[in-house]
């Protein structure tokens, strides 16, 4: 049977609109509105279906992980009610402030305590901060292959096939098992929970643990440390181009980009 780890985030909802976020410049923090709901990262929602369609086509386990500070219950335990057999928390106040590499570390340490896998999918980035680099330091802590931006994934034969989406299309990438890949939205939406899903999730038994229950020690606040946080100052100037015709309207862009030497 194959063994699958997902790593997931739990964010506040990306599609909120920006009026409802407030900047704390000197504690270096975004702080979200009321009525703001958190949600699993859309990234790793897209991981998530991957790992269900793996699953689909041959025997597989899929285990969810997850670190935090505090993860919402209500939200994290979606993974469970779409399909994923197991979930597990690293729920510590140490964790409030991590970096890529911190957070990078625990999951590994998580992944070693977990036992033997065969693959591991991330999303491609999270969209609280776009930063995109904890998959791929995942992979280099484990010592294992990492592909980045997959559309497509099969895997046969101790092996995976992958589609790597590409600045001008896709790329063909074949690389043999452990891997770590990390999933792009092209893959495809998370598929909707199903009442009985969502209520045998209600029920489901999870794994808590905490740093200490890890046996490792890390620095707390990580390698990386803000320097700056601030919205950026958006300034749009409009000018209405005159003309009585479409023709005379052209005709007078075309003078107005050329006075400005756009043209």
Not at 80 to 105: C, N, P, R, S
Not at 130 to 143: F, H, K, P
Not at 170 to 197: D, N
Not at 202 to 218: A, H, M
């Amino acid at each position: 049977m194959l063994t699958i780890i997902v790593c997931v985030k739990v964010v506040t909802d990306p599609e909120a609109p920006a009026s409802t976020f407030k900047i704390d410049a000197e504690g270096l923090k975004v702080i979200p509105g009321q009525g703001v709901p958190p949600v699993l990262n859309p990234y790793d929602e897209n991981a998530l279906e991957a790992a269900l369609k793996i699953k689909e086509s041959q025997p597989a386990r899929i285990t969810v992980i997850s670190a935090g500070k505090s993860i919402p219950k209500a939200v994290i335990k979606k993974s469970l009610a779409v399909g994923a057999d197991e979930l597990i928390l690293i729920e510590d106040e140490a964790l409030e402030d991590a970096d890529a590499y911190t957070t990078a570390f625990i999951l590994s340490a998580v992944v070693k305590k977990a036992g033997a896998f065969d693959l591991i999918l991330t999303g491609r980035i999270a969209a609280d901060t776009n930063a995109g680099q904890v998959g791929a330091g995942l992979a280099e802590i484990l010592g294992i292959p990492c592909v980045p931006d997959a559309r497509k994934i099969e895997v046969r034969d101790g092996q995976a096939s992958i589609e790597r989406v590409t600045a001008d299309g896709y790329a063909m990438v074949a690389v043999a098992l452990p891997c770590l890949i990390a999933v792009s939205h092209e893959l495809g939406e998370l598929r909707q929970a199903t009442v009985k899903g969502l209520m045998a999730a209600q029920k489901q038994p999870f794994t808590t643990w905490k740093i200490s229950d890890l046996g490792v020690i890390t620095e707390v606040g990580g390698r990386s440390k803000a320097r700056r946080l601030f919205i950026p100052e958006r300034r749009v100037n409009c000018e209405i181009i005159p003309g009585d015709t479409p023709e005379q309207a052209g005709a007078n862009l075309a003078a107005a980009l050329r006075q400005d030497k756009q043209i």
